[in-house]
């Protein structure tokens, strides 16, 4: 009878590359506004360098970072939406003029044919 041979395997993670050729690996964040937060990055990543081609997070970004990026991004939204009305009022008042200046145009043509009947 063949004697069976058990093979044990080992599971190893592989993180993504980075377009710099190296692998990428796991961190901690510790930043203020992301602390332990985890992440990956370039494998050639140094503090105070280059982040290189590759950053990635692992983790969700905090509940008040989300708010504040979200606040953030609706004031953004509404100064956007404010200009947008403040060009669309400028907009109104110049046909405002012109529509008046027609008007006076209109009666003058008007009184021109009145003299010519």
Request: charged share 30%.
């Amino acid at each position: 009878m063949p004697s069976s041979s058990s093979a044990s395997s080992t599971f190893q993670l592989e993180y993504p590359t980075c377009n710099c050729g190296k692998p990428s690996s796991m961190r901690k964040s510790k930043t203020k506004e992301n602390p332990g937060r985890r992440f990956l990055g370039c494998g050639n990543y140094e503090k105070g360098k280059k982040f290189w081609d590759y950053f990635y997070w692992i983790d969700p970004a905090p509940k008040e970072k989300q708010m504040e990026d979200n606040i953030q991004a609706l004031e953004s939204q509404n100064r956007a939406l404010l200009l947008k009305c403040q060009e669309r009022e400028n907009f109104v008042q110049e046909l405002v003029k012109e529509n008046k200046e027609l008007k006076k145009k209109l009666v003058a043509v008007e009184g021109v044919m009145v003299s010519y009947k």
